[in-house]
């Protein structure tokens, strides 16, 4: 099932910098998108979502770009930080459907911040 | 902040034996979701439930699955006859408070080993 693809494994950015996580979807019934973060022994924590009637969404450091003629997303973090450092992941679904939610997550992307 | 609870942790199994897994959602949550996760694997779905029943269920929810909300809090999986493959983080998630299109909060999930 590769409806949702991370094709980054790894991420390092320094302190500071920008983060840019990507994402790629083939289904193009998903409308609606989310990002999730992930430290060890925790279960993945929401960050940002967006709907496809939009094509960007802001909640402090973290910016979602969606692009859909290209079937893209990507997560912005700026600054930064840290305690960023976790998996991130991206995960699509058909808001407008029948499937009461049923979340389709990539694979997963690293993010390491170096101070 | 409310959040999902899980338990056990971890639950190690002989194979053939039954397990039932533990979730508490967030408790004004409507919708309720099992996922799991191979080690090394995505997140996958398994199945969502809403209104006491089954809403959708993956190819993985066969009949050795089930759910159920026996009470007003709790919401369980239970898999009657364990196979070795069934060994996986599982993560509970919940959402919705009346409007449907809010992201699913995970629990930090139950670490199924079966030997």
């Known amino acids: 099932d590769q409806q949702v693809k991370q094709n980054s494994p790894s991420l390092s950015v320094q302190e500071g910098r920008i983060s840019i996580l990507n994402c790629d979807y083939t289904n193009s019934m998903f409308d609606y998108f989310l990002w999730y973060k992930k430290y060890p022994a925790e279960g993945p924590t929401f960050l940002i979502s967006i709907s496809s009637i939009k094509d960007k969404n802001e909640d402090g450091r973290f910016t979602v770009f969606l692009n859909k003629s290209a079937k893209h997303l990507s997560l912005h973090i700026v600054p930064s930080q840290p305690g960023d450092s976790a998996v991130y992941f991206c995960?699509?679904?058909?808001?407008?459907?029948?499937?009461?939610?049923?979340?389709?997550f990539g694979q997963g992307t690293i993010l390491t911040v170096h101070p | 902040e409310p959040e999902v609870t899980q338990t056990p942790s971890h639950q190690v199994t002989q194979m053939g034996q039954e397990v039932i897994l533990r979730c508490v959602p967030i408790?004004?949550?409507?919708?309720f979701y099992w996922y799991r996760q191979i080690l090394g694997q995505k997140v996958e779905f398994l199945v969502s439930f809403y209104n006491n029943e089954i809403s959708e269920k993956s190819e993985i929810f066969d009949d050795q699955f089930s759910v159920e909300r026996p009470d007003g809090s709790n919401f369980t999986l239970k898999i009657r006859s364990t196979k070795l493959e069934d060994s996986a983080m599982y993560f509970c998630?919940?959402?919705?408070?009346?409007?449907?299109?809010?992201?699913?909060?995970f629990g930090d999930g139950t670490r199924l080993s079966i030997l």
């Open positions: 995960a699509g679904y058909n808001a407008g459907g029948t499937s009461y939610g049923k979340l389709t």
């Open positions: 998630a919940s959402s919705g408070d009346g409007n449907f299109n809010q992201p699913q909060h």
């Open positions: 408790s004004n949550h409507l919708y």
